[in-house]
């Protein structure tokens, strides 16, 4: 039988464990998790994603503060928010909510976060810790399908692990954290993309297969063995004259034909969705209590 592996429940699990850790680290040492979400312009996702964040901290007894700006704000003004916020001690994560207005640039954006602080885990003194196996805070979509697979009690020990996709979001820390010598990892992992001449040559050899190719659908029954694990991550939304908005949400899986021969698969939705923000928590946490020695 497949197993489903239900990231709703998962991310539920751990926010339930956060919230009794917030709730000792503030009785027993006075600090209270803090998470500043920066939000510029008016973009309706980013609007979105940033409220449920901030949904989260109110949840787990976090303190959060959002900044709204307008898109007319200068890079120079961004960049001295965000120096105000990383002096700030109340504040232990800093997100900067992406994308950002054309005339402001990321990287520099990006750069400007004290990697302490860095709870998305995109500066680049955190990929360098990712990538040596130190301490650091990993990206927060990568970070989450390592817990499913760990919870979900998936063998990964010398396991041949497909990562499809080279994002600095997720392809590319997946990829090293699946490798690193640790529980949950030690896998031979290989990393392929669409440019592959054959993806399906890479594909049929998964024994863990984590799809993040950005393509509705491309890994498909017939691209797979039987007995694979299957992660899948990526959230396309195509038509559907069947449905009632006249589309739906897909993952970069086929689901139908991929789940027939698959040991465990992620659904989309309610798969590695639903672990960003518990791993966002989760990073903002450890920031707050000091887990991680720089």
């Not at 009690?153 to 990562?163: L, M, N, R, S, Y």
């Not at 984590?210 to 694990?229: E, F, H, L, S, Y």
Request: aromatic share 4%; net charge neutral.
């Amino acid at each position: 039988m497949t197993l489903i592996i239900d990231g709703k429940q998962i991310a539920s699990d751990i926010k339930q464990e956060l919230a009794e850790k917030a709730r000792i680290l503030l009785a027993e040492r006075g600090i209270r998790p803090g998470l500043g979400l920066l939000l510029i312009g008016d973009n309706p996702a980013s609007q979105v994603y940033v409220r449920s964040k901030a949904k989260a901290c109110e949840e787990l007894g976090y303190h959060s503060v959002t900044i709204t700006k307008s898109s007319e704000i200068t890079e120079k003004e961004v960049l001295d928010i965000v120096q105000g916020v990383n002096h700030d001690p109340a504040i232990h994560g800093i997100l900067v909510q992406l994308p950002l207005p054309k005339h402001i640039s990321e990287q520099k954006v990006l750069l400007a976060i004290d990697p302490r602080k860095d709870v998305d885990g995109f500066h680049p003194m955190n990929t360098g810790r990712l990538v040596a196996g130190l301490p650091c805070f990993a990206p927060c979509t990568p970070a989450g399908i390592m817990e499913m697979i760990l919870r979900s009690k998936i063998e990964t020990k010398g396991k041949h692990a497909f990562v499809g996709g080279r994002s600095t979001i997720v392809g590319k820390p997946i990829a090293n954290m699946l490798y690193q010598k640790a529980e949950g990892a030690n896998a031979i992992v290989t990393i392929a993309h669409t440019a592959a001449h054959d993806l399906a040559f890479f594909t049929r050899q998964a024994d863990i297969l984590v799809a993040a190719v950005g393509v509705p659908q491309v890994i498909t029954g017939d691209m797979v063995k039987d007995g694979v694990v299957v992660i899948d991550v990526g959230i396309n939304r195509i038509a559907d004259a069947s449905a009632k908005s006249g589309s739906r949400l897909v993952g970069d899986v086929d689901y139908a034909s991929v789940f027939l021969k698959a040991r465990a698969i992620t659904p989309v939705p309610g798969g590695v969705g639903p672990m960003t923000i518990a791993m966002l928590m989760h990073n903002t946490y450890r920031s707050a209590s000091g887990e991680i020695s720089w």
